[in-house]
């Protein structure tokens, strides 16, 4: 606690002791921000996500035009012929708008695509380098 100062010395002190508490004050902020974040990741991806599902990037790409004639045709008009019109307009909807984001880079898609059919979500190193020929013997 505060004791009573009485000389120029103890408020040298004082002003010693304040400013480590001050500093150690700082440094438990700055650690608590950090966990914050970390804990906080998962939650801002989530976020992103759904901001891509329901957002379209401006761009007018053939690989887009694409898309948006796949989705049209292939998926709204066969394989959601017998449903309902809020499925048939939302889920086509959904696609194309997810979908704007990847056509641009699609050295990106492929690893997505790569990753969501690999083992535990991952990309095994094995299958990507593998040797082949007299080589590997």
């Known amino acids: 606690m505060i004791k009573e100062i009485n000389s120029y010395k103890g408020l040298l002190e004082e002003k010693a002791r304040l ?5 150690e004050q700082e440094l438990q902020i700055r ?22 599902l329901f957002t379209r990037k401006a761009s007018s790409t053939a690989a887009l035009i694409v898309v948006n004639l796949l989705a049209d045709g292939l998926v709204k008009k066969v394989l959601l012929s017998k449903t309902g019109w809020i499925t048939r307009w939302g889920i086509p909807f959904l696609i ?41 013997v």
Do not use: C, R
């Open 19 to 23: 400013n480590a508490l001050l500093k």
């Open 31 to 52: 650690n608590d921000w950090q966990s914050l974040k970390e804990e906080m990741k998962p939650v801002a991806m989530v976020g992103a996500t759904i901001k891509k």
């Open 96 to 136: 194309k708008n997810y979908a704007s984001h990847f056509v641009d880079n699609p050295e990106n898609l492929i690893k997505k695509i790569k990753k969501f059919f690999s083992k535990n979500g991952k990309m095994q190193e094995e299958t990507m380098h593998q040797e082949t020929g007299m080589d590997a």
